[in-house]
């Protein structure tokens, strides 16, 4: 079962900033998993879009410049990254998944995945883009149709997992406390990665393992490896 540290290193170092995704790498995870929002001029790494819980500024995120937001302390001093700055650390090391929230002009995010494609900066097979909006999913595929998209969800829908099946996605991502064996097993029918988000405790690992889930999103990725490998030794 693969290991996503969420957000980086999150329970141990401030979320989606480089010495959480930098311990993330550390330990050699499976994949880390980033939240994307718009900025007036970039694409910025934070999860909220508004700065006030995560950062010591307030607004939108939405309503400043990069070198605005870089100014803002996004916790230990640590700044709020970009995608490029992502994209450089990471350095095509392990797979990313990027998560879509208040992002705007796609367009623009396409042509900047591109350009990391044709620099060398990353590799298809390491990047995955997921969502709630799947209309955003769909529209993203159809200019990349090869990329891997994740289509988010907190349900059990009436027909399981052909919502991302028509999708065309690579991977379900679901709530913890929204899945059962006959969710996980209609999505493996259906061709499709079943990810699970967010576990941290040991009973809740246990039981995405009973249930053949394929990878799980975790605060604390060492502590989630190690448990991983005594459970399966």
């Known amino acids: 079962m693969k290991v996503f540290a969420h957000r980086g290193a999150s329970g141990n170092y401030p979320e989606n900033t480089q010495s959480a995704i930098n311990a993330a790498l550390d330990i050699e995870v499976d994949g880390i998993e980033v939240d994307l929002q718009s900025a007036k001029d970039a694409y910025v790494i934070i999860h909220d879009s508004w700065l006030d819980r995560t950062t010591n500024g307030r607004g939108k995120v939405s309503n400043y410049t990069m070198s605005q937001l870089k100014k803002f302390d996004a916790g230990s001093?640590?700044?709020?990254?970009?995608?490029?700055?992502?994209?450089?650390?990471?350095?095509?090391?392990?797979?990313?998944?990027?998560?879509?929230?208040?992002?705007?002009?796609?367009?623009?995010?396409?042509?900047?995945?591109?350009?990391?494609?044709?620099?060398?900066?990353?590799?298809?097979?390491?990047?995955?883009?997921?969502?709630?909006?799947?209309?955003?999913?769909?529209?993203?595929?159809q200019q990349l149709p090869w990329l891997k998209i994740g289509a988010l969800t907190s349900s059990i829908p009436i027909e399981y997992a052909k919502f991302a099946q028509e999708l065309n996605a690579f991977s379900i991502h679901i709530d913890k406390d929204f899945i059962n064996q006959a969710f996980v097993s209609d999505a493996h029918q259906r061709g499709l990665k079943v990810y699970a988000y967010t576990l941290d405790k040991i009973e809740d690992i246990e039981l995405m393992l009973a249930l053949g889930v394929d990878g799980i999103f975790t605060n604390f990725p060492a502590t989630t490896k190690s448990m991983l490998q005594n459970m399966t030794r």
Request: no cysteine; glycine share 4%.
């Open 77 to 141: 001093g640590e700044r709020i990254p970009s995608l490029e700055n992502l994209i450089d650390w990471n350095n095509n090391q392990t797979l990313l998944n990027i998560e879509l929230k208040h992002t705007f002009e796609l367009i623009n995010l396409i042509e900047d995945i591109k350009n990391y494609l044709s620099n060398g900066k990353i590799s298809q097979e390491n990047l995955i883009i997921s969502s709630y909006d799947h209309h955003q999913l769909k529209f993203i595929k």
